[in-house]
């Protein structure tokens, strides 16, 4: 609450004095320390609005008691609050009976049956039997108001609590109620469907059964789930779920309110991605190739076959690639292998998409998701966080509009932010440091923006806003930012354990433990456990896929890498994996990479898989397993282990947990956490490392030396969607079926320009390839370049240079 | 950004009318304040709130479109469904029952020959009761496009349907109607007026009236 | 009425023809209530209106002064908005002050707005009233031409612009956050209190709600100083009011008069009786929210603020609904109740669903299908929106709509049980209908 103070004051209620924190809700104070007063509409993360008034209470006032709603109440000293009174629990009663005269008894064939917070307190508190004798309400039965939700008027209670998050925390209000009174009833607008990144939100916070999301929809009774805590490994913000299954099959996944992260809310990647889990593409068995197909392998067969390949070339010229979405201990477990066993020095978590690795690891001062709620200013010069990180955009967006801070967006096309900032920049791409350099000295329009960074907390959130962006134009702005007012930065990193697969050395400028690999002190240290460490110095993931390419590099392993999609220069990548030697994959499926492969190893995934994870703050939490992957496959740091041994090495991995044990033992930033640490109490919030003293000093680029490049031409903005073509969301049949139409954005000038109209069909030429796409004029981005939505199928091939041309097809045919 | 202007959001509505909507976009501290006279107005454009209607409105505030309907279902003078040319409504709360006011609504729905709540495929009339129109002083009262008639009996009120059926008036005037058809009234009205209703939306100068549109 | 000042409805009575004109105000001393005004402080115009004791004559009756300071001091902007949503069954008075002397309320706003250091000023009047609308945005354009609204007001540096807002249907908007939000342009859902509207109203800044008449009132009090208000009518009922008159009386219509006469007088001497010399049975003292009176118990009660409450109803907003002694209660009772249950909002549960349901049992009794534990489930249901069955009336709701439905069925159950009881006896009861299980 932002009005609530630290102070705290003394209320009595049912006849025991109770100290709560001063200002806070009643029902909230009352639940804290023990008094459970039922509601139907109040949510802890929603502005009260005592609407249901299931939670009326007595409050002695000057004039006698009154009966009032305890969610819309705050405390006061000496205030004397009755919940169980007679005129309580009889207007209680009254609540609950005129509550079901209009819901229906379907009970038995709901969803939420068994979980229902109407059911229980009707047990709890409600009348035996209904005097209504009328006719209930009728309303058509469940209607699809999305490709994800369907809605049952009929059930609906009109507790407000769908349609004031989609206007309150995600901003998208596409369903509203609609009619009045006795009629009034929760709907869209015709043809507009509930089209929300965050419907699911609506669904699970439903205190009935009204909302039903397709995925879950008559896949399991409550009482049949088994369920774990666990953190979302769609993205980088490591939002808490918890994960349900039925019949040794994911089935649902929901959110758990952890404060510094996600408080409850996940976007519907979060929530429905679970599907690749049981897609029957998933890979199964090892593949090994013959000729131009895979054929199924023992296990026996093909890591013989792999450790054999990789013995035969020198450790120099084998790299690995990859670790980003999966665990701490199996980045480690990746890092130790490719570092003790093969003994390359070339390893590279990032696809030549990210931020410099020392930059990320080293950030000071870093930001954390719960600065937003104080911060005074905001500087988001990043990728659209609605589509990269849409949990991390619920908290800039609550932070802009309830809290009032001042929000500064910059980017090169309209954000999902924007309607709720305060200042909006615009640039081409490439003239990041004009911009900058503008910003820095508060010149012309910039003056306002520069007096706003000057108002305290600042929190800057700093990634590439395209995949072409030049990555230390980041660093440029950080280092501004670092000198403001209470500043606190952020950086934006794409895939969901990259921190942590950064921490654990899957760079080749880091060892495990943010330490360096330059580092004498760090290399010693660590050789005293791990024996010597390649002297040369590694390249990174373009340099890796260079060197296949050219043949200094002859073998790679993947650990659910796909550079084939993901590099920003696929023709590069493409031809380093048919180039190499040898190549080995580590996968879920195969993918456009690990279809190049020539042993593919199947391996167990999110839910199937314990460990820790370290999200963009550096706060490290636990994923935990609840069922076993699919078929033969393994954990990955198993077959590492297998592949050590055969190669005459010893990895030391019979478990997750020895390696998290020898993570805590050498890698300095993580020196004595435990699991246990995790598992249980305050550590469930997940654990921030503190950075250790005598860290690494960054080296930020000045920003002057960050100079614009204006590529001639149109620049490219390749921005990332939500519902790409990556694996994990083509594999989800209710997400991929979200995948947007691939079309290129043509600002209205360059349009006239080109001669081209919406809906045209272009050609749009890179250096890699030529697509054509239809076009959208777009009067939100910048003159002078163009925007293609990254990584969908159609558009995949253009990879991410600075620039394209587009071309009129000829004949201007349309379709 | 540039924000779209109203002749670019609502190129299809007549000049007075989109300079109408840009006067009252303006005369609000916020925007959203608009939505109300911009339902009228696109009413008076469409006939009705339509679901274009709602649209356009929702272009014009910055709102959604469900957020603009559900504001136009809340108010019962938004008619979502293409009403008549001439709305009959009449009321049948307290003051006007207890003076008979449901025979009143008989003879309107006999006149016209649709019943409560509908309106007929000619498009002529739609018939509604209504709650208390604050004319309970010259019960029976009825409105015809939010224009008022008092005192109307039963059989003044059939003649007042057949009138309108073969009259026509392109501008429904209360004055007029009060003087052919109109009994006991709340209070002496004064002077007649000239300004009246064109549709079934209330003829008030923002909006638009009678030799105004 | 002869010895009762008039101050509201005396140019209207006098100058049928023009009342409502810029010409006709000024030559009767119109706006110079204003002028001197204007060289009062802010201050010293708020305080002629707390000395007024004039209380709010929307339907609450809270003290417009009392009101007025609960604007916090800092603040700015702050807004005024009348309310001229009048919609409660009964209830035209507003209509005529709009309709007859839009100037009257014109220059009250000014003046109140210049009181309490408002520059934009709303009148919301409700979407049913396009001729009373016509004439206050005509009155306010007049007001425009001549000065006395836009920027440097009659050269003493006070800005203030007027604007009109028509509703489009929904009584609920009457309650002034409900007014609030439909003003905003959202649905006419009353807010939680508090925050009260002084401290947090429109577009969240500090907003006077007034009733059109409690403001039309204020340029008599600056040219008469507020004292004078407050000596006319009894202490705690000061000033003159407009009455709204319906349903079974001779002579219908809006009387102001000066409170402290007996209802009787009311009836039968300003309203001319009952026609057709019938008995009175009952009638509604406030508008269709307040409970009932009847003839034995009432008849010769003050009509004033104080007596009316002590005697379990409200004078509200001054409507006053006559019904005699052929009246089918039980269908009246209904036909309010109906009312009720069209308006609710629907955001609260037990307004949303009690009002529903209780029109839905009335009209089964109605249509002879009652039974005789309908009596009892009705006064429970009352009882479960307005627990205690009190007056004035306790709510499990969020505003004052849900318990307003209870009145006429308390009313009725009060001093008519034997008449719902006889009605559903003589259809035969129909306790055959079965009490359905809860799933």
Redesign the interface.
């Known amino acids: 609450m932002a009005d609530r103070t630290d102070s705290v004051v003394s209320i009595t209620i049912d006849g025991v004095e109770q100290r709560v924190p001063a200002g806070e809700l009643l029902i909230k104070a009352a639940e804290e320390t023990g008094t459970y007063i039922p509601r139907f509409c109040w949510h802890p993360r929603m502005k009260?609005?005592?609407?249901?008034?299931?939670c009326?209470v007595e409050v002695e006032t000057p004039r006698g008691k009154l009966?009032t709603?305890s969610c819309?109440m705050p405390v006061n000293d000496g205030m004397v609050v009755d919940t169980r009174s007679d005129?309580v629990v009889?207007?209680q009663?009254?609540?609950l009976?005129?509550?079901?005269?209009?819901h229906p008894?379907?009970?038995p064939v709901c969803d939420r049956g068994g979980e229902c917070p109407l059911q229980d307190q009707?047990m709890a508190y409600?009348?035996?039997?209904?005097?209504?004798?009328?006719e209930k309400r009728h309303f058509e039965k469940p209607i699809p108001i999305s490709d994800l939700v369907l809605l049952d008027r009929e059930r609906c209670?009109?507790c407000?609590r769908c349609t004031r998050f989609s206007d309150e925390i995600s901003g998208?209000?596409?369903?509203?109620?609609?009619?009045?009174?006795?009629?009034?009833q929760v709907?869209?607008?015709?043809?507009?469907p509930f089209a929300s990144y965050f419907s699911g939100n609506t669904v699970q916070i439903c205190p009935v059964g009204a909302l039903t999301a397709k995925p879950y929809r008559f896949r399991a009774r409550p009482w049949d789930l088994e369920a774990v805590e666990s953190v979302s490994l769609v993205d980088a913000v490591h939002s808490k779920v918890s994960v349900q299954s039925s019949q040794n099959e994911v089935v649902r996944i929901n959110g758990v309110d952890n404060g510094p992260t996600n408080q409850g809310w996940l976007s519907d990647k979060d929530r429905f991605i679970f599907e690749y889990l049981h897609s029957p593409e998933r890979l199964t068995t090892p593949l090994v190739r013959a000729g131009d197909e895979f054929v199924e392998a023992t296990w026996g067969e093909a890591l013989d076959l792999a450790a054999e390949r990789l013995a035969t070339f020198p450790g120099s010229e084998v790299a690995g690639l990859g670790g980003a979405h999966g665990t701490n201990e199996e980045a480690f477990a990746f890092g130790k292998f490719l570092r003790t066993c093969v003994v390359t020095p070339h390893i590279d978590a990032q696809m030549g998409d990210g931020l410099d690795p020392d930059f990320v690891v080293g950030l000071s001062p870093r930001a954390r998701i719960e600065d937003l709620e104080r911060a005074k200013t905001i500087l988001l010069w990043a990728g659209d966080l609605k589509e990269e990180l849409p949990v991390l955009y619920l908290r800039v967006r609550r932070a802009a509009t309830e809290l009032g801070a001042t929000l500064i967006v910059v980017h090169p096309r309209?954000t999902g932010l924007?309607d709720v900032a305060d200042h909006?920049v615009?640039y081409r791409p490439g003239q990041g440091p004009d911009v900058l350099r503008a910003l820095v000295a508060g010149e012309g329009t910039y003056a306002e923006l520069r007096e706003d960074l000057a108002d305290g907390p600042v929190v800057a959130i700093v990634g590439r806003t395209g995949r072409g962006e030049d990555p230390r134009l980041a660093e440029a702005v950080a280092a501004f930012v670092r000198d403001l007012p209470g500043a606190g930065i952020m950086p934006v990193v794409r895939r969901s354990n990259v921190l942590g697969a950064l921490d654990m050395g899957l760079s080749p400028s880091l060892l495990p433990g943010r330490a360096a690999a330059t580092s004498p002190a760090a290399r010693s240290a660590l050789e005293e456990v791990w024996g010597p460490l390649p002297e040369q110095a590694g390249w990174d993931a373009t340099g890796i896929l260079e060197g296949l390419r050219d043949g200094r590099l002859r073998a790679v392993v993947l650990y659910g890498a796909d550079p084939v999609r993901d590099h920003p220069d696929p023709t590069l990548a493409h031809a380093a994996l048919d180039t190499a030697d040898f190549v080995v994959a580590l996968d879920l499926f195969l993918t456009d990479s690990s279809r190049l492969a020539d042993v593919v190893f199947p391996v167990e995934a999110f839910s199937e898989i314990e460990g820790t994870v370290t999200n963009l703050e550096g706060r490290v939490q636990k994923v935990n397993r609840l069922l076993a992957g699919p078929g033969q496959s393994r954990q990955m740091w198993s077959v590492l282990d297998e592949l050590a041994r055969r190669m005459g090495a010893e990895l030391g991995a019979p478990t997750a947990e020895t390696l998290a044990k020898e993570i805590a033992a050498v890698a300095p930033a993580y020196r004595g956490l435990s699991w246990d640490v995790l598992d249980w109490g305050e550590g469930r919030e997940g654990v921030v490392m503190p950075t250790a003293e005598g860290e690494q000093q960054l080296q930020y680029v000045p920003v002057d030396a960050a100079t614009s490049s204006v590529s001639e031409g149109l620049a490219l903005h390749s921005g990332r969607v939500l519902y790409d073509d990556g694996v994990r969301t083509r594999m989800a049949p209710s997400l991929a079926q979200l995948m947007p139409d691939p079309f290129v954005a043509v600002h209205p000038a360059d349009a006239a320009e080109l001669g081209v109209a919406e809906g045209e069909s272009v050609r749009v030429v890179s250096e890699h390839a030529a697509v054509e796409l239809p076009v959208r004029i777009d009067?939100?981005l910048a003159e002078g370049a163009v925007y293609v939505p990254a990584n969908l199928a159609a558009t995949a091939p253009l990879g991410s240079p600075q620039s394209v041309t587009v071309h009129a097809t000829d004949g201007g045919e349309e379709e | 950004m540039t924000e779209r202007t109203v002749d670019q959001i609502v190129p299809g509505w007549t000049a007075p009318n989109r300079e109408r909507a840009a006067t009252l976009l303006a005369a609000y501290p916020e925007r959203r304040s608009a939505v109300m006279p911009l339902l009228y107005l696109a009413s008076l454009e469409h006939g009705y709130v339509s679901d274009d209607a709602q649209r356009e409105v929702a272009d014009l505030t910055g709102l959604t479109s469900a957020q603009v309907q559900s504001v136009a279902s809340f108010y019962t003078m938004y008619k979502r469904d293409p009403v008549g040319r001439y709305l009959v409504s009449v009321c049948t709360s307290i003051s006007c029952y207890l003076l008979g006011a449901d025979d009143v609504l008989d003879a309107v729905e006999e006149a016209t020959g649709i019943p409560d709540g509908e309106s007929s495929e000619d498009g002529l009339f739609s018939v509604e009761h209504v709650e208390c129109i604050g004319a309970c002083g010259g019960a029976p009262a009825v409105q015809v496009n939010y224009e008022l008639v008092e005192g109307v009996e039963p059989d003044k009120a059939i003649l007042m349907c057949n009138w309108l059926r073969t009259a026509r008036p392109e501008v429904v005037s209360s004055d007029e109607m009060q003087s052919l058809f109109g009994g006991q009234r709340s209070f002496d009205w004064g002077p007649a007026e000239q300004e009246g209703a064109v549709a079934a939306v209330p003829a008030f100068g923002p909006y638009g009236s009678a030799g105004e549109a | 009425m002869s010895d009762a000042p008039l101050i509201l409805t005396e140019r209207m009575d006098a100058h049928p023809a023009d009342s409502h004109t810029m010409e006709r105000y000024e030559a009767t001393g119109g706006y110079e209530a204003l002028r001197r005004g204007l060289e009062m402080a802010p201050e010293e115009v708020a305080a002629i209106v707390k000395a007024s004791n004039i209380r709010g004559r929307g339907g609450a009756g809270f003290p417009t002064g009392v009101k007025w300071g609960f604007l916090p001091q800092a603040m700015r902007p702050r807004y005024l908005v009348i309310n001229g949503d009048e919609s409660e069954p009964g209830t035209f008075k507003d209509r005529q002050l709009l309709e007859r002397d839009p100037h009257q309320l014109v220059e009250g706003i000014i003046l109140s707005s210049y009181a309490l250091d408002v520059h934009h000023a709303f009148v919301y009047i409700r979407g049913e009233y396009p001729r009373p609308a016509r004439r206050v945005q005509h009155a306010i354009d007049e007001a425009y031409a001549k000065g006395y609204l836009g920027s440097d007001i009659l050269s003493s540096g006070f800005d203030l612009e007027v604007t009109v807002h028509l509703g489009a249907g929904a009584y609920i908007c009457g309650e002034e956050t409900a007014l609030l939000n439909s003003l905003e342009g959202r649905r006419g859902e009353p807010r939680i209190k508090p925050p009260f509207p002084a401290v947090e109203g429109l577009y969240g800044k500090p907003t006077i709600v007034n009733n059109v008449e409690t403001i039309s009132n204020v340029p008599w009090m600056v040219l008469n100083g507020g004292e004078a208000y407050a000596t006319i009518g009894p202490e705690t009922s000061a000033g003159t009011r407009l009455f709204s008159l319906s349903g079974h009386v001779a002579k219908p219509g809006n009387y102001e008069i000066v409170m402290g006469m007996s209802w009787r007088e009311l009836f039968y001497d300003l309203a001319g009786g009952i026609p057709a010399d019938r008995a009175i049975k009952c009638w509604i003292p406030g508008g269709a929210s307040a409970p009932w009176f009847v003839p034995d118990e009432h008849l010769d009660l003050p009509v004033t603020i104080d007596d009316t409450g002590r005697h379990g109803s409200m004078l509200g907003s001054g409507a006053v609904v006559v019904m005699d002694e052929m009246t089918n209660v039980v269908a009246a009772a209904h036909r309010v109740v109906k009312f009720f249950a069209h308006e609710s909002c629907g955001q609260c549960t037990p307004c949303r669903e009690g009002t529903t349901w209780l029109e839905r049992m009335l009209w089964r009794i109605l249509n002879g299908e009652g039974r005789l534990m309908d009596l009892d489930l009705l006064l429970d249901v009352c009882d479960n929106i307005s627990p205690g069955l009190r007056w004035p009336p306790a709510q499990t709701t969020i505003c004052p709509l849900g318990p307003s439905a209870v009145s006429p069925i308390r009313s009725i159950m009060t001093y008519f049980r034997d008449e719902v009881e006889a009605m559903i006896v003589s259809a035969g009861s129909r306790d055959d209908l079965e009490e359905a299980p809860v799933g």
Not at chain 1, 97 to 102: A, D, H, M, T
Not at chain 1, 187 to 192: A, I, K, V
């Open positions: 009260p609005v005592g609407m249901c008034r299931m009326l009966l709603t819309t005129v009889k207007a009663e009254g609540i009976e005129f509550l079901l005269i209009n008894l379907d009970c009707t409600g009348p035996g039997e209904s005097r209504f004798v009328e209670i009109l407000a998208d209000p596409l369903i509203e109620f609609k009619e009045r009174g006795g009629a009034t709907l869209n607008f015709p043809d507009e309209r924007d909006k615009t009067e939100t």
